[in-house]
């Protein structure tokens, strides 16, 4: 057993860091957040010239040859320094997918250029029901002169806004069972049938309604199998759930810090704030959650990366960290204060992304239900 | 990154895991005691099982060969307490106390003799010893005891009197924090360690009752009790420094998870029993049950882990100790949901559920997270230890 990171990932952890709290000051945050685009063009291709858009791509694919648990390490830096941007939708929900259930053809076409910075992807999944379930996709696409015709309205679909392509999971045949009949299509985001509209968001994250009107796409643009796309979504929902769990503990490790530096700087009564008791529980409570998150991340990574049946562990994780991530925001909201209730200050951009992430990809009670069915209830 | 065992150790396991089957006996599951439940008749159960444990050297696994342990490695270790742990074997906190608290101590600052007899003892399973540090008014500010030990030629005497003494009345001896001097500018500088025969003249035991209506905490009173100068352990007035390095050397109850993984298991079950592992909100409860034993499992194996680097935990364990004793009041109120009416009835009851275990978790969680240092001191050293918190 070895729970800690090898040697290369120190590395990629200390040199993300690094550049980040360089490349990405709270300031350049704060401007991303309030624009419609999310992200800067200039940081994203320095992120692409780092090497890290292609880090998990095997080399054939111009990518790095690492592994998941190298992009844990990585998105735990990201959620660190709350880094906007469309990196978590184009490497998590578009490559990984195309990895792993794209054609030979498809492959040569998307990673090499997600690798060197050029395309920005997402995937188009959850609808208006709001749901992460087989039975939630109703987007149809029907057969049409050999092509596919899509119809329906996504929701919540992250950095949608700045695709260059989609992954739209759509419903190509009603059957009895509704994880059958489920297709993936890379769809050009430039297509004139779709209509995509910013929502606003607690965290300022991009999250878009996206309606396909009759949007025609060749059925090359098929992901893997006619009727067989639910097994890739669920992988990718996996993978997705530990990677936002890579996230936030990134963020509540962040937080935690900030709240101990200020308890231990803010003088109130003639002492720091941080020799009362109170305040020290507080500390004491935020480490335990950080420290708790970090390590069923990390274990439900391992699994994945390994290719082991990861179902409850990665349920156990998102479960347990997005609830701890808001605790600990909550209570370093407490620390700060009153200063913490200012737009000016950074505390509230953790605040948010811990709302949004605990959501994301379902939440503790979905993933809780998840637990109790793999305990065989 | 890598959370698998090694084939080597999961083959360790299986042996632990069959041994522990083979040797505990089945009147050992119909008593069924918590901690702080024991009887007469399950001590003895326990005494000839640990024994068993000291024999194949695994009750003491960390010590060295030559003091009846195996040097075992930290992982090994691991697997051997959750082992015990899962299959209820007959340990209890006595074990923990002497083999994690005591020894480590006779270990780093006992004389050779010293080692030969107590710590070999403890390893073997051969003694008990109670701990005494509590007083009525030295709980945790422990540093304020007040017991003196007098020299006076080859002897100490010692005055005062001990509370919470667990098992002091099947104890050979205690291990005992007393005042050598009472004139030290800092409490901290004036105490020191020995080792002390329960049948010395002048000791004198009251039973305390506790919450389970069982005898296991003792008030222990020292009446000029004289004892031979060689069991002072370590340095005359250096015994909060050793005691303090006992504490810190393995507090983390690496097995609990693995416990509650038990127990969660025979809730499943129950649940499946009272059919209302349908009830949506059962299934939630019950499911955040199996995530925090997880993290309380990640935790252990943290420490675990941590130390087979030779990287030292201190605020980790306290960490740990908080967590899973929070842990353990919320598994006793999930099986009250579970079991309604039922949960309430003593184990006696022919009405009464999983042998009254619920009622009697009820009550037995009450006591982790206050003695062997309250979450609160936990907290407190997890702010100032670990985040660097200032005390004032």
């Known amino acids: 057993m070895d729970i800690g990171l090898s040697e290369e990932q120190e590395i990629l952890k200390t040199a993300a860091r690094d550049f980040l709290t360089k490349e990405c000051p709270k300031k350049l945050v704060k401007e991303l957040d309030e624009s419609d685009k999310g992200y800067s063009l200039e940081l994203w291709r320095k992120m692409a010239e780092l090497g890290w858009m292609g880090l998990v791509f095997p080399e054939e694919y111009d990518g790095g040859g690492g592994t998941f648990l190298d992009l844990v390490v990585l998105l735990d830096e990201m959620g660190y320094n709350i880094l906007p941007g469309p990196f978590f939708s184009t490497i998590v929900l578009g490559g990984l997918p195309i990895l792993k259930a794209g054609s030979e053809e498809q492959k040569r076409k998307f990673l090499p250029r997600i690798a060197r910075g050029e395309l920005i992807l997402t995937m188009a999944l959850t609808e208006p029901s709001a749901s992460y379930d087989a039975s939630s996709i109703t987007v149809k696409a029907s057969p049409r002169n050999g092509d596919y015709s899509i119809n329906g309205t996504k929701l919540f679909v992250t950095d949608a806004n700045v695709a260059d392509y989609l992954l739209c999971v759509a419903r190509t045949k009603e059957t009895a069972n509704p994880k059958t009949g489920i297709t993936i299509f890379v769809v050009d985001a430039k297509n004139p049938g779709i209509k995509c509209t910013l929502l606003k968001t607690l965290a300022r994250d991009k999250q878009n309604e996206v309606v396909f009107d009759n949007v025609s796409v060749p059925k090359e643009s098929i992901l893997g199998d006619v009727d067989q796309g639910w097994p890739v979504i669920q992988d990718t929902l996996e993978k997705a759930a530990v990677a936002k769990c890579a996230e936030m503990i990134g963020g509540a490790q962040a937080t935690l810090e900030m709240a101990v530096n200020y308890a231990k700087e803010r003088i109130q009564f003639n002492r720091p704030i941080g020799t009362f008791q109170a305040v020290q529980h507080y500390c004491a409570n935020m480490v335990a959650d950080v420290d708790g998150a970090r390590y069923i991340t990390y274990k439900a990574a391992w699994e994945l990366n390994e290719g082991l049946p990861a179902t409850k562990s990665v349920a156990i994780a998102k479960a347990w960290v997005g609830d701890a991530y808001q605790r600990v925001t909550i209570l370093g909201h407490q620390i700060f204060g009153g200063i913490g209730f200012t737009m000016d200050h950074d505390m509230h951009l953790y605040y948010r992304r811990a709302k949004a992430g605990a959501m994301a990809f379902g939440n503790s009670n979905f993933h809780r239900e998840i637990v109790a069915r793999e305990l065989g209830l | ?392």
């Open chain 2, 1 to 392: 990154m890598d959370f698998s065992f090694t084939e080597e150790e999961e083959a360790f396991r299986k042996e632990v895991h069959d041994w522990i089957k083979k040797e505990t006996p089945q009147r050992w599951f119909e008593l069924d005691p918590l901690f702080w439940e024991e009887t007469d008749e399950s001590w003895a159960i326990s005494r000839e099982f640990q024994q068993k444990l000291g024999r194949k050297g695994w009750l003491a696994p960390a010590y060295p060969k030559q003091y009846g342990g195996s040097d075992m490695s930290h992982m090994k270790r691991l697997i051997l307490a959750e082992e015990l742990g899962y299959n209820k074997a007959p340990v209890g906190i006595e074990m923990e106390v002497a083999v994690n608290w005591v020894g480590p101590d006779l270990l780093l600052f006992g004389s050779e003799e010293q080692k030969q007899k107590y710590a070999t003892g403890i390893a073997k399973g051969d003694l008990v010893i109670c701990l005494g540090y509590s007083e009525p008014n030295a709980g945790s500010d422990l540093a304020s005891l007040q017991t003196t030990a007098v020299q006076e030629n080859d002897e100490f005497v010692i005055n005062g009197n001990k509370i919470w003494t667990s098992y002091a009345h099947y104890a050979d001896y205690c291990w005992l924090a007393a005042r050598t001097d009472p004139n030290a500018p800092r409490k901290y500088d004036g105490i020191s360690m020995f080792v002390v025969d329960m049948k010395t003249p002048g000791i004198t035991i009251h039973p305390l009752i506790n919450l389970m209506n069982r005898h296991s905490f003792n008030e222990v009173f020292f009446d000029n009790v004289r004892i031979p100068k060689e069991n002072l352990v370590g340095k005359k007035n250096n015994g909060w420094y050793e005691l303090m390095i006992a504490l810190d050397s393995e507090r983390s109850l690496i097995g609990t998870a693995a416990t509650f993984q038990r127990l969660l298991e025979d809730l499943l079950e129950y649940a499946k029993e009272r059919k209302c592992h349908k009830d949506p909100i059962i299934r939630q409860k019950l499911a955040e049950m199996a995530v925090e034993i997880e993290v309380s499992r990640m935790m252990c194996y943290r420490i675990a882990w941590m130390f087979s680097r030779d990287l030292h935990p201190s605020y980790e364990s306290s960490m740990s100790m908080v967590f899973t004793s929070e842990l353990l009041r919320r598994l006793a109120d999930v099986g009250m949901d579970i079991a309604g009416p039922y949960g309430q009835l003593e184990r006696d009851s022919k009405w009464a559920v999983l042998q009254g275990r619920i009622e009697r978790l009820c009550l037995n969680c009450l006591s982790i997270g206050v003695g062997g240092g309250s979450n609160e001191i936990q907290r407190n050293i997890i702010a100032q230890r670990g985040l660097g918190l200032p005390r004032k």
